[in-house]
T-cell receptor, first 114, second 115 residues
Framework: ETGVTQSPTHLIKTRGQQVTLRCSSQ?????VSWYQQALGQGPQFIFQ???????GRGNFPPRFSGLQFPNYSSELNVNALELDDSALYLC?????????????FGQGTRLTVV | AQSVSQHNHHVILSEAASLELGCNYS??????LFWYVQYPGQHLQLLLK??????LVKGIKGFEAEFIKSKFSFNLRKPSVQWSDTAEYFC?????????????FGGGTRLMVKP
């Protein structure tokens, strides 16, 4: 186990709704990133949080937003859900050390939009 | 922008066969390179990583990878696969000046090892 926990494990939402996914990072890790993994594809970087601020973003629209809390846990929020948002959402934590950017992944939240 | 290509989407091998999975990346600067594995129903796990130094990197479970800078490649190898190696394998890169874990992944290679 990596020590990165995500909740919920599975979720079904209706198109147009909003969803919040949660992630607790591994102890001592202050950087959290979120990834979207569509079926049959590799994970795609959504954004990264460090010290409660977004400090990197992939090619995702603004309806994908996030938060990081003082205890380094994080949330991913998606507004106005679309069918294509159906995917496995992965959270990864790492220590803020440029020389060792190893990411530890949680098991993910499987989101289905119907 | 970075990109990663994994040429083999599905690979089927018999136990004891040798494995080589291809990975090529596109980026103009210095990168860190990774191979991750995702066993059925489990989280992504790091197999090995390359930052600098010896371009032949050894990881867990007998895997190794070779960084060939001139070819922008980081192929994964294992001399003799086992049934337990059945999994999906992902190559990933991040730019050397990026802290944290802003990774660009390839599309993955699904490996099936027949007993």
């Amino acid at each position: 186990e990596t020590g990165v926990t995500q909740s919920p494990t599975h979720l079904i939402k209706t198109r147009g709704q909003q969803v919040t996914l949660r992630c607790s990072s591994q102890s001592g890790h202050n950087t959290v990133s979120w990834y979207q993994q569509a079926l049959g594809q590799g994970p795609q970087f959504i954004f990264q949080y460090y010290r409660e601020e977004e400090n990197g973003r992939g090619n995702f629209p603004p309806r994908f937003s996030g938060l990081q809390f003082p205890n380094y846990s994080s949330e991913l929020n998606v507004n106005a859900l679309e069918l294509d948002d159906s995917a496995l959402y992965l959270c990864a934590s790492s220590p803020r050390q440029v020389a060792l950017p190893e990411a530890f992944f949680g098991q993910g939240t499987r989101l289905t939009v119907v | 922008a970075q990109s990663v290509s994994q040429h083999n989407h599905h690979v089927i091998l018999s136990e004891a066969a040798s494995l080589e999975l291809g990975c090529n990346y596109s980026y103009g600067g210095t990168v860190n390179l990774f191979w991750y594995v995702q066993y059925p129903g489990q989280h992504l796990q790091l197999l090995l990583k390359y930052f600098s130094g010896d371009p032949l990197v050894k990881g867990i479970k007998g895997f190794e990878a070779e960084f060939i800078k001139s070819k922008f490649s980081f192929n994964l190898r294992k001399p003799s696969v086992q049934w337990s190696d059945t999994a999906e394998y992902f190559c990933a890169v991040n730019a050397r000046n990026n802290a944290g874990n802003m990774l660009t992944f390839g599309g993955g290679t699904r490996l099936m090892v027949k007993p």
